[in-house]
Structures are given as structure tokens and as C-alpha cells.
């Protein structure tokens, strides 16, 4: 752990985490290690503002409770998945606060009705597994075009500089009906062009990433927005320094990419993998 007088006086990294399987949250492998090896280095923050695939909806809206929820948004897993509880309190002046740096862009405050989905604490619970540092989640608003994530991240990127870790959470690769259950740690060759096309341009310049759209891989990779558009919030928050460097790389059943991305933190060394846990075949998300 970085010793640091108090978080507020440095700029937080910023982290894009390829999460995968809800499983892992229960496995032991190199990206759960990565992500555990993530929490151990960083400075503490004030809050985790966490940007999950899996809160897609028709509003930008941001969790203002003083206790989310742990939510299981999936079926078909074992029993134990579904008893994990992600017990990290809410902080509602960082809802305020993301509502005021938004502006003119309107942010709803959500009192009730989300919590902490599975992409965000199945990554929480092994980066700071005991659930003692704040986590608001910031929804994924799906009526905007994609150039609105990346201008809304240019805006919160202040956060950053007030000890708040940001972090996206989905899959670069992204494609449950293209699953090949005998490739469990492998990728298809579809897969690594796209995910290697936008590493380029993650490290490269991010602030192009919008130009991964037009990769002739991309409508395979991403036939639906959710879990590629979480990238563009790390792209954004990247886009003046363009200080990206990909923490872990690897494949799980063909078509889903594990890819992790940090800003401000090169001292990580980056790490390629073939394990990660894989879906049970009867099992499902809400994405």
C-alpha cells in the first residue's frame, strides 16, 4: 500500500477492468489475483465511483444511498455466488458532487432502486474485499450516442484529483451467443484482432478511441454497447495525459476478452493470461 498523507492531495489512477464471469468472485486466478495486486498498490481513495456495464438504462443516474445494495442480476449460478454480500457503504455528497461536475449534462440522484451490481463487487471483493471505502455507481445511459460517455468522463475527471478511484467495469470483447465452450481460456481469432486494435489505440492515444467503431471486428466484439462503452469512460479520463497502460491480458470461451486498462499506473507490470472462470452453461446476466 501507498502511504499517502491523505488521498485528496493526488490524483487517484483511473482503472478499466475486463470482469468476465460473475464466478469470478469466488475464483482464485490471475486476473483475481491482478485486481487483489491493484487494491494492494493503490493509494486509498475517498470512494470508488464505478461504472458498470450491467446499469444500462434510458437515464444518467447515479446511486445516492447511504447503503447500495448488493445485487445479483443473474441466474443459473451456484448457491454460493448468490450469497455474497458487497457491504460497502453509499456516499451521497459524491452523488452531489457528480451531479455539479456534470453540468450542463443531467444526472438523476437514485435513492432506491439500483445498489452494486455484479460487475462492480465481483471486482470489489478481491480489489478491496473489505468493503470499508464508499462505492456509488454511475449508470451507463443507452439512448446516448457514444461520443456522450467519453465527454461526460472529460468532465468527472476532477474526481480524480478529490480521491476518487474511478472505475469501468465490462469487456472490451463482449459476445455470449459466439461462446465456444471448448475454448475456456482461449480467444477467437476475431476476438484478439479487436481487443489488440483497441489496446493500440488505448495506448497509443486514447482520446481516438472512438475510432475502434469503425474496426471491421467491432459489430462481433460488441454486438451490443453495454460492456464495450464502460472503455470509453477510461478512454475520456485518459484523453489529456494519455498515461494508459494495459495491466492484464487474456481470453475466456472464444468471445469474451478479459482486458484491464489503468491510468496513472505504469509501475504495474503488465501480465498476458489463458485463465479465467468461465460460465456455467446454463447460467445468464442481465447483460
Not at 447500495?68 to 448457491?79: L, Q, S
Not at 438523476?108 to 474485499?129: E, I, K, N, R, Y
Not at 467519453?150 to 468527472?156: D, F, I, S, Y
Amino acid at each position: 500500500m501507498i502511504e499517502t498523507p491523505t488521498t485528496v492531495e493526488i490524483r487517484m489512477p483511473a482503472l478499466f477492468v475486463g470482469h468476465g464471469s460473475p464466478m469470478n468472485a469466488l475464483e482464485e486466478n490471475i486476473y483475481t489475483r491482478a485486481w487483489r495486486r491493484i487494491g494492494e498498490t493503490l493509494p486509498r481513495p475517498r470512494a470508488v465511483l464505478a461504472i458498470s456495464a450491467h446499469w444500462y438504462i434510458g437515464a444518467t443516474a447515479v446511486t445516492a444511498m447511504a447503503r447500495p445494495r448488493t445485487i445479483h442480476d443473474f441466474y443459473g449460478f451456484p448457491k454460493p455466488l448468490f450469497e455474497i454480500d458487497y457491504p460497502a457503504p453509499g456516499l451521497p455528497e459524491l452523488a452531489s458532487e457528480i451531479a455539479e461536475l456534470a453540468k450542463p449534462v443531467w444526472v438523476g440522484a437514485d435513492h432506491d432502486q439500483w445498489g452494486l451490481d455484479h460487475g462492480t463487487w465481483s471486482v470489489l471483493t478481491h480489489m478491496f474485499p473489505g468493503a470499508d471505502i464508499p462505492v456509488v455507481q454511475l449508470s451507463i445511459n443507452s439512448l446516448k450516442p457514444m461520443d456522450y460517455h467519453v465527454e461526460l468522463a472529460q468532465r468527472l475527471a476532477a474526481l480524480r484529483d478529490k480521491g476518487v478511484l474511478i472505475l469501468a467495469s465490462g469487456n472490451v470483447v463482449h459476445n455470449l451467443r459466439r461462446i465456444d465452450w471448448k475454448a475456456e481460456n482461449h480467444g477467437a481469432d476475431w476476438a484478439h484482432r479487436f481487443d489488440d486494435a483497441v489496446m493500440e489505440q488505448m495506448t497509443d492515444n486514447p482520446s481516438d478511441i472512438l475510432k475502434t467503431l469503425e474496426h471491421p471486428d467491432y459489430n462481433l466484439a460488441a454486438p451490443t454497447p453495454d460492456h464495450f462503452i464502460p472503455l470509453l469512460y477510461t478512454a475520456g479520463l485518459a484523453a489529456e495525459t494519455g498515461d494508459v497502460s494495459p495491466i492484464v491480458k487474456g481470453y475466456s470461451l472464444g468471445s469474451l476478452s478479459m482486458t484491464c486498462y489503468g491510468v496513472g499506473m505504469d509501475g504495474l507490470a503488465f501480465i498476458e493470461s489463458d485463465a479465467a472462470a468461465v460460465l456455467p452453461k446454463n447460467a445468464l446476466s442481465d447483460g
